[in-house]
């Protein structure tokens, strides 16, 4: 696999779907784990600093809180 400028918006949509396919599989610490690096993403600013608008995670409420409560989650 070749690696390239990745931007954090395509990061974090890319590690919701994983989120849910892991939860799917029943993979639950490895779900907990992505919602964690993937609601990192969503803190971090513009992939390219001289470029404000680019790689700036957008999302809304409810798959944040969702991400929260996977991260959260003690397997239980």
């Not at 696999?1 to 849910?20: E, I, P, T, Y």
């Amino acid at each position: 696999m070749k690696r390239g400028l990745a931007f954090n918006d395509q990061l974090f949509r890319w590690n919701v779907v994983f989120a849910r396919v892991a939860g799917l599989l029943g993979e639950r610490e490895a779900q907990r784990r992505n919602a964690r690096a993937t609601l990192k993403l969503a803190q971090k600013g513009p992939t390219l600093p001289h470029k404000p608008d680019i790689g700036v995670v957008r999302t809304d409420k409810e798959t944040l809180a969702w991400l929260r409560r996977l991260a959260a989650d003690a397997g239980e």
